[in-house]
């Protein structure tokens, strides 16, 4: 039984790790379509250090390699799990695998459309007290923020899954 679930982790390690790489030579665009929602607020990005720079492109690149595996990721889950299930259980495999994706990439859809761009800006009702202007500085707690809001939301659709299958099958 170990074996198998070494196994079935070595696929998703290396998936992933395809996916990441992949991710990494789009880093670039990939930042510049998280920045998209905050407009002309964010003219450019700014890093404190080198390391950064860095982290903030290997982060991206590595949510982009999740994000994209996401299928595997639930197909290996899946295979790992079948063998110990009745056979009125295993009917449910494909749609677990088509149903999780759709309902990760709507998570993630949402997060980016819904949740992303009114948290770039002060909520309305707040006013700040008057202060110089000073130019907007953007940097990797914020990349990170967006990075975040993308890829743990579409966690909670995910898991919606696994309770209403879970219930189904009780």
Do not use: D, M, N
Request: proline letters at 9%; aromatic letters at 14%.
């Amino acid at each position: 039984h170990l074996e198998e679930l070494r196994k079935r982790l070595w696929i998703v390690i290396a998936f992933v790790s395809a996916a990441s790489v992949v991710g990494f030579l789009l880093s670039t665009r990939l930042i510049e379509w998280l920045k998209a929602p905050a407009g002309s607020l964010l003219p450019k990005l700014s890093f404190f250090s080198p390391a950064e720079a860095v982290t903030a492109y290997l982060k991206v690149a590595f949510g982009f390699g999740l994000v994209v595996s996401c299928p595997v990721i639930l197909y290996e889950l899946w295979a790992f799990i079948r063998p110990g299930l009745i056979e009125k259980e295993r009917r449910y495999g494909t749609s677990f695998i088509l149903w999780g994706t759709l309902l990760f990439l709507v998570g993630v859809a949402f997060a980016y459309f819904v949740l992303l761009p009114p948290s770039r800006s002060p909520p309305r009702r707040y006013r700040p007290p008057p202060r110089p202007r000073c130019p907007a500085v953007f940097s990797l707690p914020h990349l990170l923020y967006g990075c975040k809001l993308t890829l743990h939301r579409p966690l909670l659709f995910r898991y919606s899954i696994a309770i209403s299958l879970s219930l189904s099958l009780s």
